[in-house]
């Protein structure tokens, strides 16, 4: 699977975004209870859709070139593609054909949007770390392969706690703690074959990422 069929896939993930923003701009004028929840709802596709487009334009980076996937199994392309139904789900459920049933139905469809937007936050997370070379490398991998990378990456930080506790370096690591914990949610939340694996190497660097910050 080359970066240019990864780029498809994000192009496809702009253009979702862009349908959303007037459905939800639709949705403030039809239902005034929902104006504050569509507000933030609209500052989260937004954040996807920008981070969707730096995405699209590193792909054209040498980094992503010269880095083919191997697997298509790759945790990125999955991903794509999860957050691509998700947006899909999105357009689904607001896009009611009038007002009234907007209004009549906003307290039950609620739930069912709070959930698609948690999900759309974790993928926002999860492409701003695949826009480093480094990023990259991880999530070209297969979930399995990725959670043996972010726990070595875990080991190595709890070291490095350990040295650095008391000195400004501290604050770099503990924000590649806490941003590794970020990946970690995500993936045990979208491939539940590495679920409890997963929640446990989470715990642990929750634990480092606290040490840090005390």
Not at 27 to 46: F, G, M, P
Not at 70 to 80: G, S
Not at 92 to 118: C, D, G, Y
């Amino acid at each position: 699977m080359d970066p240019l069929s990864i780029s498809t896939g994000v192009a496809g993930l702009i253009g979702l975004a862009l349908q959303v923003a007037p459905i939800l701009h639709a949705y403030i004028s039809d239902v005034a209870s929902a104006r504050t929840d569509i507000q933030t709802y609209l500052r989260e596709v937004d954040a996807l859709s920008q981070v969707s487009e730096l995405l699209h334009s590193f792909l054209d980076t040498p980094a992503t070139v010269n880095g083919q996937f191997q697997t298509t199994e790759a945790v990125l392309l999955q991903t794509i593609k999860s957050c691509e139904t998700c947006l899909m789900d999105l357009v689904r459920i607001l896009s009611k054909p009038t007002s009234l049933s907007r209004r009549l139905l906003w307290s039950m469809e609620k739930q069912k949007v709070e959930i698609i937007m948690e999900r759309l936050r974790r993928y926002t997370q999860l492409f701003h770390f695949a826009l480093s070379v480094e990023g990259w490398a991880v999530l070209s991998q297969t979930p399995a392969e990725v959670t043996a990378i972010l726990e070595m990456q875990m080991q190595m930080s709890k070291k490095m706690q350990e040295i650095v506790r008391v000195t400004e370096s501290a604050k770099v690591y503990r924000e590649k703690t806490e941003q590794v914990a970020a990946v970690l949610e995500h993936m045990r939340l979208l491939f539940a074959d590495e679920g409890e694996r997963l929640m446990e190497i989470q715990e642990r660097v929750e634990d480092i990422s606290r040490g840090l910050r005390g």
